[in-house]
T-cell receptor
């Protein structure tokens, strides 16, 4: 069974609209992450969290917000979606920071038109 | 800052022949953990190999890699490529110190491996 579940799996949004991507994990992991995947850039960290009700900025946080209401759930929010945010987004979890394996969800393909 | 370099964006190999995907890095971490992740088409990335010991060969699913701190490398190799190995491969590193605030995983840009008959 998938331990990291993302929804929706794909979404088409309009420029300027609000988009919320959701992630749920059953790994009992403290750490959760949102990555963005673009051809030629690989995986880049947007936001992460190590405890409920707290989030941290990653390498490319501009234009994104994150929310961690519980250990199991982590959302990525695009308040004003832009064309440049068209990408595949992956959620991941890990037991701990530093040297630990990440377990990824299946990804959400977002197209902003 | 830390960086991981995968020099090839695409590697094409004939089934049954050996394959090598290059990965080099720059880091200021004293203790590092290295990973190879593999992403099959329309699937999530998943860990293939992990190593944190210098000069020790790590193997999984027919692939192997050896962390060489002297040359800052963690190349991925397989002696006989299979059609099913076609995928996107990421090299990544992190500080192994779980108490540090620098434990972020840094990924390379990825290498697409295409194995043809």
């Amino acid at each position: 069974e998938a331990a990291v579940t993302q929804s929706p799996r794909s979404k088409v949004a309009v420029t300027g609209g609000k988009v919320t991507l959701s992630c749920h994990q059953t790994n009992n992991h403290d750490y959760m992450y949102w990555y963005r995947q673009d051809t030629g850039h690989g995986l880049r960290l947007i936001h992460y969290s190590y405890v409920a009700d707290s989030t941290e900025k990653g390498d490319i946080p501009d234009g994104y917000k994150a929310s961690r209401p519980s250990q199991e759930n982590f959302s990525l929010i695009l308040e004003l979606a832009s064309l440049s945010q068209t990408a595949v987004y992956f959620c991941a979890s890990s037991r701990d920071w530093g040297g630990n394996t990440l377990y990824f969800g299946a990804g959400t393909r977002l197209s902003v038109l | 800052g830390d960086s991981v370099t995968q020099t090839e964006g695409l590697v094409t190999v004939t089934e049954g022949l050996p394959v090598k995907l290059n990965c080099t890095y720059q880091t200021t971490y004293l203790t590092i953990a290295f990973f190879w992740y593999v992403q099959y088409l329309n699937e999530a990335p998943q860990v293939l190999l992990r190593s944190s010991t210098d000069n020790k060969r790590t193997e999984h699913q027919g692939f192997h890699a050896t962390l060489h701190k002297s040359s800052s490398s963690f190349h991925l190799q397989k002696s006989s490529a299979q059609l099913s190995d076609s995928a996107l491969y990421y090299c990544a590193l992190s500080d192994e110190d779980t108490g540090a605030n620098t434990g972020k995983l840094t990924f390379g840009h990825g290498t697409i491996l295409r194995v043809h008959p």
